[in-house]
């Protein structure tokens, strides 16, 4: 044996020499490890007031990116030392800094849409008078028999002087050539005869093609107002359009506002449209995550979910479905949120005055039922309490079912009427995300008590109460061009923390912090989209995306957060949106 172990060790030496060294030969004890040089980083940003959101709720000067992600976050002097011949340094100037904003809900392309319609919005738009003589110019240069689109404020019946809606006669008056559809809103229309003409929309004949429901008068006629008909609508924009949207437009509305991360309601066109965006290899400016409706009942959803998918190969940082969506009712500042009791106005309210149900709760389980099973979240619009009720029964169903969880949203949650305690255990126990617009106080506040009273209206925006349950909400736009300011974020934000509305503060003791108001645009926002590891937080290994502010969120007057601005718009590393110094 020892004959043949003198023959082997020359070529096992050899052989080791060949091969280097191995963790059962490392470097003796003692002797001194060449420490690893890291590479350099693509880009650091130095001297900023940056504020991480992390657990500990760090507040650092600097971080270093490489591959668009976070590689350091620390000091100007520690995360300098990564910086190489080739690393861009940016001087942050002092500004502050805070992770990238992210918009948890909002519907970008009737955005679009509602840019180029016909101004009907209070208060800049004060009297049915005034919207009428804003169609009658219109008409002057649209080609006859072409559409003029109105977009009004939702709760418009609340807001024009008149307090009411301009009739169908009144809309046939000014356009008399022109089929017109009148936006309340997005859950409610008005259409003039020759717009309920060019829907097949006649006596006797009130089934709408996709849904939604047509208001008659004593005599079966229609009056030409109507409740989610959003799914009818006959003047989409051509694909080349909206593709041209989501790969440009859109992004530069957003990120101009701050935002690195949309999470889009889209309509099935519009979600072919961004499979489109992702398959051309066009990279935007912008993160886009989604859930993808069809009718509000979910009729007309395909059969076979994974046609919803993004194009394989396709970065889930960059473009994501997220889920499927549906309506259990309409809105309440449309008169079609689904209440356990009547409106306090129930005028043109549906059914008895108590709204308008859209799905009903076995088609909403069934649903949430098909979106578990093909591995997608789903996100259920619930505005009244009757509503919620059966949003979180289907909800609950579901879970009990078994199977992988997927992501559980209620939008909408608390905004008019506030839920019960049994809802709200619910929801914490059923991990249910839930997703709010601040703002609504400041737009919707005081047309939600003139429709529910004042009794309702005090349980509703108690965004503190779901914080301390633990319910971490969402901040998002839901903006469609109803009203342009939902689009600023910090508008929404000012809302929480001050808690002043169009009907002066309410409820003061249901403020948020500066911090937990960011965190909803933030870190919540992250979470309501199944991306909190990814985004949310500056950490290092997350997506390197930032807004830099026009001034210190957490030190101005809270009177004045409305008024800061995006400075900057960084997206994975890279400037996306520089506002203009003048």
């Not at 800049?124 to 072409?146: M, Q, W």
Request: with cysteine; hydrophobic share 40%; glycine share 10%.
């Amino acid at each position: 044996m020892n004959t043949l172990l003198s023959l082997l060790l020359p070529a096992l030496a050899a052989l080791a020499l060949l091969l280097g060294p191995t963790a059962s030969h490392a470097a003796p004890a003692g002797l001194p490890r060449k420490a690893a040089v890291p590479s350099p980083a693509d880009v650091v940003f130095l001297n900023g007031k940056i504020v991480t959101l992390d657990t500990k709720g760090s507040v650092v000067s600097a971080v270093a990116i490489r591959n668009g992600r976070f590689v350091a976050v620390g000091t100007d002097s520690a995360v300098r030392k990564l910086a190489g011949k080739g690393t861009r340094i940016v001087d942050l100037d002092g500004k502050t800094v805070v992770p990238g904003l992210i918009d948890a809900h909002c519907h970008p392309a009737p955005t679009m849409v509602f840019t180029q319609a016909v101004d009907a919005r209070a208060p800049g738009v004060p009297t049915v008078a005034k919207v009428l003589l804003n169609i009658e110019e219109r008409v002057k240069v649209t080609p006859k028999g072409d559409w003029v689109v109105v977009v009004g404020s939702s709760a418009s019946q609340t807001k024009f002087l008149e307090k009411r809606l301009p009739s169908r006669a009144e809309l046939d008056r000014a356009a008399p050539e022109n089929p017109v559809w009148f936006w309340n809103g997005t859950h409610a229309e008005v259409l003039n005869s020759k717009g309920l003409a060019a829907l097949g929309i006649s006596k006797g004949n009130l089934k709408l093609p996709h849904g939604g429901r047509v208001e008659v008068d004593a005599n079966g006629e229609p009056t030409g107002q109507m409740f989610e008909g959003e799914a009818n609508v006959p003047f989409v924009p051509d694909a080349k359009t909206v593709v041209g949207w989501f790969a440009k437009d859109i992004p530069a509305l957003w990120n101009a506002r701050g935002f690195t991360t949309v999470n889009g309601m889209l309509a099935l066109d519009e979600a072919a449209a961004l499979r489109a965006v992702a398959r051309s290899g066009t990279r935007p400016t912008i993160r886009y995550s989604h859930f993808v409706f069809a009718e509000p009942n979910g009729v007309g959803m395909p059969a076979d979910l994974s046609v919803l998918a993004m194009p394989a190969g396709t970065s889930t940082d960059d473009f994501k479905t997220t889920g499927i969506k549906l309506w259990i009712d309409g809105e309440v500042d449309a008169g079609s949120g689904f209440c356990k009791d009547p409106y306090a106005d129930p005028t043109g309210v549906p059914d008895g005055g108590r709204g308008l149900l859209v799905t009903t709760e076995a088609q909403a389980t069934d649903f949430a039922r098909r979106a578990r099973a093909a591995g997608l979240g789903v996100a259920l619009h619930a505005s009244c309490d009757a509503s919620s009720e059966i949003a979180v029964r289907a909800l609950r169903t579901v879970a009990r079912e078994g199977g992988k969880p997927t992501l559980q949203r209620m939008d909408h949650y608390g905004q008019f009427v506030g839920p019960t305690p049994e809802v709200s255990k619910a929801v914490k126990e059923l991990g249910i995300h839930v997703v709010t617009q601040p703002a609504w106080l400041l737009f919707l506040g005081k047309s939600t008590r003139d429709l529910l009273g004042e009794e309702r209206t005090a349980t509703a925006w108690r965004y503190r109460s779901m914080v301390k349950a633990g319910l971490k909400p969402a901040g998002s736009s839901d903006t469609t061009g109803a009203y342009l300011e939902a689009s600023n974020p910090f508008v929404h934000m000012k809302a929480a923390v001050t808690r002043r509305s169009d009907m002066g503060i309410v409820q003061p003791e249901e403020a948020l912090s500066v911090a937990d108001a960011l965190r909803m645009w933030t870190l919540w926002g992250a979470r309501a989209i199944g991306e909190e590891r990814s985004r949310g937080s500056i950490e290092k290994g997350k997506l390197a995306d930032m807004t830099v502010l026009t001034e210190d969120l957490f030190t101005i007057p809270p009177e004045r957060i409305d008024q800061v601005r995006a400075a900057q718009t960084i997206v994975g590393g890279e400037v996306v949106y520089r506002a203009d110094p003048g």
